[in-house]
């Protein structure tokens, strides 16, 4: 389970995993959920919006489909699948709780990817398909309060070697 | 769920159905399985290939990742998310029956996309981002013996209409 | 030159056109120049914006840059590439007349791709990329007193249908 | 003009570039031109082809299309468009002859833009949608007897502050 804030480097790290990991791991991400959304539950008040400086902001319609679709990775973890997760807690330690509520029984690595406010941000424009402001808005606000196994840091390392450091602890757990 | 080849039209009726049902419906597919994997399963022996001239290539590493992501959709289902599945059944009733016994317990209702094999081939000419002879290669083969509760044909009839119809199906299902 | 409306079906003849005419040919559109442009000159006063219901704004600052890519496109074609263009004539035949002007010494074949407004609109909701109404708003003001060497209508024809009269057409000419 | 190996980091600079400078400028690459191409151009012997370890092949076909198409964008600069190219100089020194031949009377920043080889590599694999092999084969290649006016290093720099290096000297150019 990789955290951290847009443009951090979480989907960079995950492909890098996908290729160092000996086994079979696939990559599912939440911009693969909202990506699944219908128009209704898109840029309106029943789901999640994206606003002009980059700000998210999500209703209880969104919630609802997002703590069903949780559900689901959990049962397709559960099935044999392992799964690399992309995620965004957008509300920190709680979004944690309400995450780690579905995944009984499940071995999870939680991963916390940092990024320094203004490199994200920097990256983000170098990127050009994110609203500016989402990066360094978020940079730290994912992390407040979070628990994890292991935490990478972007700002100055590529992301090949933050991707060989969870493997080397993936390595360990299994 | 949805069935049909490659450029049958699967996927525009899938959107327009997500904008006809007064219901938020989230809309997942084979193809975003296929982008989750890693590159040991792509082009390769031992996962999906796709040949140069259409054809594609499953072998058992695939089929188990499939398997657990099916089995992850139904939890979704059950979990309270309405899912427009976007699949193609290249083993036709076979693998029909490996992806209903994943599906107990939830309202499933069979669409079938057909598409005449000429008209769904000049489409991904059209498209320009499939291998060519894909289209007529599944147009058919998808289809063998495979029971549907509906069946729409995308050859001679926009991709809302479609929607339209199984939109009404869904209506009297509920 | 093809001039049509948005979710009108240029894009697919023109693909098409590229797999038919025996001679390579390379295809450059508008929304290439959109992809070009700096922030600056999106969503803005000063460039080009896009409304909430498909509307379409242009200022000066836009229509200079575009100016100087048609001047571009022209050269290109001097110096011997064949070149499939994807228009949207927004202002109707002063756009024409502006796009002409910059065309002196080419042989130009003026294509109008049609399309019914209602069957453009229902495109676009399946193809899910664009705004809603572009399309229904530019059906038919883009042909506004436009003159044409040929015309096809893409509303129950296909593409590749579609693009097979226009290189009947070129081969005439050449 | 901007040089350098697939990964290197160019259109990252580009798309910064396009903020910083205060002047619009439209940012256009090689990748466009091979995004135009007709499929008789693409993977064949004809035209350019890439192999399965990232090395790309270039026959008479593309090198005709690259040089009308160079052709026109120096037309459209002397239209009065501020262009960013985006190049890859496969050639190296030869490469960028045969491109300045085409820029008479044009002012050109010629922008080295280097990257670690192993450092291009793994942002390869980060991103994961180019060919394995294609940056390291090239980072070092594109660069063979080629003269700047200024040369970045985006392996230990933001494509940001490259981007302000390359600002600062277009502010002291114009």
Redesign the interface.
């Known amino acids: 389970m990789l955290n951290g804030g847009s443009s951090s480097?979480k989907?960079?790290?995950a492909?890098?995993l996908?290729?160092l990991?000996p086994e079979?791991?696939?990559?599912?991400g939440v911009d693969?959920?909202v990506d699944?959304?219908?128009?209704?539950?898109l840029d309106t008040d029943s789901?999640i919006s994206f606003g002009q400086h980059g700000e998210v902001a999500v209703s209880g319609?969104f919630r609802?489909?997002e703590?069903?679709?949780m559900?689901?990775?959990?049962?397709?973890?559960?099935?044999?699948?392992r799964i690399i997760v992309d995620e965004v807690f957008l509300g920190g330690a709680a979004s944690q709780e309400r995450t780690r509520a579905h995944l009984d029984s499940l071995q999870v690595l939680w991963v916390g990817v940092h990024c320094e406010p203004a490199?994200a941000a920097?990256?983000e424009?170098?990127?050009?398909d994110r609203a500016?402001g989402m990066a360094a808005s978020q940079a730290l606000m994912v992390h407040q309060d979070v628990v994890y196994d292991i935490e990478v840091d972007t700002s100055?390392t590529?992301?090949?070697?933050c991707a060989r450091l969870v493997a080397d602890r993936c390595a360990v757990l299994q």
């Open positions: 480097g989907t960079g790290i492909r890098c996908q290729t990991l079979p791991w696939i990559r599912i693969d959920l699944a959304l219908p128009p209704s539950l789901g319609g609802a489909i703590a069903a679709w559900a689901g990775l959990a049962a397709m973890a559960r099935a044999g699948a490199i920097a990256r424009m170098a990127r050009g500016t100055h590529e992301s090949l070697d």
